[in-house]
């Protein structure tokens, strides 16, 4: 490709102008230097400076629909608020959870809950975009999500695999917002499928799929000579990364077949808890952000009867996660992080047994990747309806994070509109929390 | 190689001079416009020292041109059927025959779904569908681009009354009208305004004031219609009220749900006055402080208001809605005059940024690039040209489809293309190499499987009837089926399992009336139907056959089109007959597919699941595996290796394999058993449809 060519198209100001010159950062591998890396880290940008890092991997269990916080984290025994739902003790001194979280409870030492969480928005949509991306919705343009941000500033881990991967979750899926394609996760519809066609279809064996590569390249080869253009590379090194991928020895992290029976019982046999397994399985090859989702938090009707079904599935998979983590090492390189769009109201509803949405005060869970252990940080009041101690807002939350994997929490990338947006918008850091 | 007569015929009878409005230009005009723009790119060139490319050969010709225009490769059939036309006219008759014909509105349908944000659901609640077809329904009728862009910007009234989907326009930004404000000063005058929304424009002149003077037509705007007075919804509330003795706030919820759909809309002509925000920070004015509305270029717009009685106080707020602030001032028809004002022809910006989106769409690179992000200072890359089209958009009336079919009749459009990069500002040797966009890639595909592709369009108005249905419903029900509504929906509440049984069993009884089916046997079709659900859920897409066919072995229909509409399968139906955007995991979104949340979001890169995909998923899946497929019936049909080559590379690539292709290929299956001319014959389909030349638009 000719210098005019390449400079020009980093000139490109479209929405999808900034976008890698070669598969090699399409896929982010840092094998040879581009002409852009060597001009600096993107057109228009500062080089990105990475902080010390507490954590190298994100695993984002989201629980969508909003989760009660006092049926979870943050119990109130003996307020009018609290319901039927029981509160225990827990390995923590002094952090109590309710009684849906036995397994939980027994692994506390290693984990931190904010029970002062903060949100502005109140709506589903807007306060899930908000979470993940710590900007407000907007018509106009679109935020990277948390795990878009972090593979854009720290790079992929193992360049085979992708950097950010969703599991569950159904619906809509993180932003890559205003960065390239490439940012968005790769989704995971079911743990127990794995990576889709990433196995050669029903009777092409090895040798015919080889054949088969051996004359595309051929047919391919000659097209890309008559028509030198990005894209057509970027292509041609996306079949040869593609099937990298499917030949590598890292597939085998989306393989779930592997983990010995006693493990995905205790996990639970069921979406999240199988989706956090297989989070383990990816950080563990080099994965750096997956997200699980959970649905079916919007109690609004029989909170009480939905979340005894809901939160068992969560106690097992989270417990065990962090036990499994631990039990590898993995733990203290991996942030483990369970958050909602928004709390529940304290007062239930009288006909429904319900609660309803609740931005004021709600709680999320750290674990890994430097968060001191046995912690229970914030307060709310007596009836769990107003933060009184430690508020943390949304961003401050994502700047927690970011601030874990070592991410510049003052580097400006400019939408290609040049609009200049920051990694978790100025939310500060709730340094407290590390150990 | 046999050509498929029905095609023939198909394409034959299409060959009619091109439907263009009765008012339409006449073709000398058409013909004058294509032979100016040739000379002013050509001279431009040579201005520059630079040759035209050479004039593209027929077979590259016929597949842009279906590409170009009706979003799919061509069949074997068309390419045979342009091969016989008379050679002297076939490039231009064919363009003609395409254009305005439903393949080519299923084509433009995704371009402008990508601009106009169109979803097939507003919101959680709120169905898309009317805005879509009205979309469709603008680009079968041709409409006048400005008398579009109007109707977009003054629509008014209820969002699921038929005919009406235009107010989709402004639902897509909901109760944010600053957003709305800037995405159409974006999309239709190309000028970024969204920085000016908290502070003054950085790079460009904007101050925040002059942002809000232009918020302040819209301002007022409810998205709500006032519906209240009705009798209909008195009696709704009173029946709602009675139901809440026994199901408390359930019946409310339930209320709620359906009044959402009754209500949703757009109501308020416009005050012409709107409320800075709370944290205005220049001198020019203070917080809170009402401005009144007042165009930032182009012609000044006379506007009859009268001065609202207000202060600076701080208005009323709604809780948790920042954004809902009491309207100032009386309703003043000042949305129609900033529509007015926006396709005015003094409007300097409104012609340049529509003829430039045409341009870059028919060659790859528009005049003057991001062609959105107009400034004073901007230059095209040939200003004659950018002149000459401008004034030509205007002179055709905003006919788009005349623009498009004059853009189409340039030798430009015939010649070869140039892999330069989209921001180029290098002169038109030709246009641009492109990736076929994620729609093309689909319908390309489904052209292999599918006989007559274009043939199994729907009417326009097909997704959106469920919609229309229901509000009509509900806007003209008796007192006893909105109760009846009422208490479905509280079952949706109390006993989800039960109310889905219940829609499964009304619409099943709807489409079946003619073959009524038993009860018993929807009782043993359930578990099926779960099946079914479970397998599309998990993309188990042998265990989905089998249980389709279990179904249809039961006689029981299969589910209906909304419970098919709604789930993220595969169905193999034209992109524009899909879900807007299609599923996440949908092979529509892996290639690029605009997820319509910005405009313009769709894109055309690689990524690893679409390679995936291609690699081990649908090419054997849909189409080796697929004996009915059209691709594989028109190879199978030929008995001789060398005929099912050509014909595979026909179907494929819209051209005969070169001397020494054909020797490549024959030569893997030397021996002559049939084994061998099969797994040729795979790698030939499976090698053609990986290929770049496949995905690529030369």
Redesign the interface.
């Known amino acids: 490709m000719h210098l005019r060519?390449l400079l020009?198209?980093a000139?490109?100001?479209?929405?999808?102008?900034f976008?890698s010159l070669t598969?090699q950062r399409?896929f982010g591998v840092a094998a040879a230097p581009t002409l852009l890396s060597l001009l600096g880290q993107d057109p228009g940008d500062e080089p990105i400076v990475l902080g010390p890092a507490t954590a190298r991997n994100v695993i984002y269990l989201f629980m969508r629909g909003g989760m009660s916080h006092l049926d979870t984290f943050d119990p109130k025994p003996g307020a009018k608020t609290q319901g039927p739902v029981q509160a225990i003790s827990t390995r923590a001194d002094g952090v109590q959870l309710s009684e849906y979280f036995p397994h939980l409870a027994r692994q506390m030492h290693k984990a931190a809950v904010v029970c002062s969480m903060q949100s502005t928005q109140?709506a589903?949509?807007q306060a899930q975009y908000f979470m993940r991306t710590s900007y407000t919705l907007?018509?106009?343009?679109?935020h990277p999500s948390l795990g878009a941000w972090t593979n854009r500033m720290a790079g992929k881990v193992n360049p085979t695999l992708?950097g950010h991967v969703m599991v569950g979750g159904?619906?809509?899926?993180p932003?890559a917002g205003f960065f390239?394609?490439?940012y968005?996760p790769?989704?995971i519809?079911?743990a127990e499928?794995g990576?889709?066609?990433?196995?050669?279809?029903?009777?092409?064996n090895e040798q015919?799929f080889q054949?088969?590569l051996d004359?595309?390249a051929a047919?391919?080869r000659a097209?890309?000579d008559q028509?030198?253009?990005?894209?057509?590379q970027?292509?041609?090194?996306?079949?040869d990364?593609?099937?990298k991928?499917?030949r590598s020895a890292d597939l085998v992290a989306f393989d779930m077949a592997q983990e010995p029976e006693h493990l995905r019982v205790a996990y639970g046999d069921d979406d999240f808890g199988q989706g956090c397994l297989l989070a383990r399985r990816l950080v563990e090859h080099g994965v750096r952000f997956v997200e699980v989702v959970s649905n079916g938090w919007d109690t609004?009707?029989q909170n009480f009867d939905t979340l005894g079904e809901k939160c068992p599935v969560i106690d097992r998979a989270v417990a065990s996660l962090l036990a499994d983590l631990d039990a590898r090492g993995l733990l203290s390189e991996t942030l483990v992080v369970l958050a909602t769009e928004f709390g529940r109201t304290p007062d239930i509803?009288?006909?429904?047994n319900g609660r309803n949405h609740y931005?004021k005060a709600f709680s999320a869970l750290l674990a890994g990747g430097g968060i001191r252990g046995g912690v229970r940080w914030g307060k709310t009041d007596a009836e769990g309806r107003d933060v009184v101690e430690g508020a943390v807002s949304v961003p401050d939350l994502n700047a927690t994070i970011a601030h874990a994997l070592g991410l510049p929490l003052q580097h400006v990338i400019k939408s290609?509109?040049?609009?200049p947006f920051t990694v978790a918008d100025k939310g500060k850091p709730v340094l407290g929390l590390f150990a | 190689m046999r050509s498929n007569p029905c095609l023939f015929v198909l394409l034959t009878l299409s060959v009619a001079p091109a439907q263009q409005a009765a008012s339409g230009p006449s073709a000398a005009q058409i013909d004058s416009a294509v032979r100016a723009i040739d000379q002013i790119v050509e001279r431009d060139l040579a201005a520059k020292g630079k040759k035209p490319n050479p004039i593209v050969d027929d077979s590259t010709f016929v597949r842009r041109a279906y590409l170009a225009i009706v979003g799919r490769i061509p069949t074997a059939g068309e390419v045979e059927a342009f091969a016989r036309a008379d050679a002297s006219r076939r490039r231009l008759t064919t363009i003609d025959s395409l254009v305005g014909s439903p393949g080519h509105q299923s084509h433009q349908f995704h371009w402008w779904a990508d601009l106009l944000r169109a979803r097939t659901r507003l919101n959680r609640q709120v169905s898309g569908e009317p805005y879509m077809h009205w979309i469709k329904d603008a680009l079968a009728k041709n409409k006048p681009y400005d008398a579009m862009v109007k109707e977009l910007l003054v629509a008014e009234g209820p969002a699921l009354a038929r005919d009406n989907g235009a107010t989709g326009y402004h639902l897509r930004d909901l109760a944010m009208p600053e957003d709305d404000m800037a995405n159409t000063m974006r999309l239709f005058l190309g000028t970024r305004l969204e920085c000016a929304q908290c502070h003054n424009h950085p790079f460009d002149k904007w101050k925040q004031k002059e942002f809000y003077e232009l918020v302040a037509f819209n301002g007022g705007m409810q998205y709500r219609t006032d519906i209240e007075q009705s009798p209909a919804v008195q009696g709704l509330r009173d029946a709602a009220r009675d139901l809440m003795q026994e199901h408390g706030q359930r019946a409310q919820q339930a209320l709620r749900q359906i009044m959402q759909t009754a209500t949703v809309g757009i109501q308020g002509s416009g005050t012409g006055f709107v409320r800075l925000p709370d944290n205005y920070q220049y001198p020019d004015a203070k917080p809170n402080q009402p401005v009144q509305a007042s165009t930032p270029f182009g012609a000044d717009v006379a506007l009859n208001l009268q001065t609202p009685r207000v202060g600076a106080r701080q208005p009323r707020r709604l809780p948790q809605r920042a954004n809902n602030k009491a309207p100032v001032g009386q309703p003043a028809d000042t949305r129609a005059a900033f529509a007015q004002w926006v396709v005015s022809a003094d409007n300097p910006r409104f012609a340049t940024v529509i003829a430039n989106r045409l341009w870059k769409r028919t060659f790859g690179v528009a005049l003057i690039e991001p062609l959105d992000d107009l400034r004073d200072d901007s230059v095209a890359s040939s200003p004659e040209l950018m002149q000459y089209l401008e004034k030509l958009i205007v002179d055709l009336k905003f006919d788009l489809r005349a623009f498009e079919t004059v853009l189409l009749h340039t030798r430009l459009f015939q010649r070869e293309v140039v892999n330069g990069e989209a921001g180029d500002d290098s002169p038109f040797q030709g246009p641009l190499l492109r990736r076929m966009t994620a729609e093309q890639m689909w319908d390309s595909l489904l052209t292999l499987v599918i006989p007559d592709l274009d043939q199994t369009l729907r009417p326009a108005n097909a997704r959106a009837e469920e919609a229309y249905a229901r509000y009509e419903k509900l806007s003209s029900a008796s007192l006893e089926d909105l109760k009846r509504e009422l208490e479905a929906n509280i079952l949706r509440q109390t006993d989800p399992q039960k109310f889905r049984a219940m829609m499964r069993e009304r619409t099943a009884a709807g489409t079946q009336e003619r073959e009524a089916i038993s009860d018993a046997k929807l009782e043993q079709a359930r578990p099926l139907f779960r099946e079914l659900a479970a397998a599309r859920r998990r993309g188990d897409e042998a265990a989905e056959a089998k249980t389709l066919v279990l179904l249809q072995q039961l006689g029981v229909p299969l589910p209906g089109e909304r419970a098919r509409r709604n789930r993220g399968d595969q169905t193999l139906a034209r992109a524009s007959d899909l879900p807007s955007p299609a599923p996440v995991g949908h092979l529509l979104r892996e290639f690029g597919q605009s997820d319509r949340d910005t405009i313009e979001a769709g894109h055309t890169e690689a990524s690893v699941p679409q390679v995936l995909d291609l690699l081990n998923g649908f090419v054997d899946q849909r189409l080796l595996d697929n004996r009915g497929s059209v691709l594989r019936r028109a190879v199978d049909a030929e008995k001789d290796l060398g005929k099912k080559i050509t014909a595979a590379f026909v179907a494929l690539l819209a051209r005969q394999p070169t001397s020494a292709e054909l020797a490549a290929w024959r030569k893997d299956a030397t021996d002559v058993e049939s084994t061998a001319v099969e797994s040729t014959v795979r790698d030939l389909i499976w090698v053609l449809l990986n290929s770049h030349e496949f995905r690529f638009i030369r």
Do not use: C
């Open positions: 060519s020009s198209s000139d490109a100001v479209t929405r999808r102008g976008l598969a399409l109140g589903h949509e907007r018509g106009t343009i679109q992708p159904g619906g809509e899926m932003t390239p394609p490439q968005l790769l989704p519809g079911d499928a990576l889709r066609n990433s196995a050669r279809a029903k009777g092409v015919t054949r088969r004359k595309l047919i391919n097209f890309a028509h030198p253009q990005r894209k057509v970027a292509y041609s090194d996306m079949y990364e593609a099937v991928l499917m609004h009707n509803t009288k006909d429904n931005p290609a509109s040049g609009r």
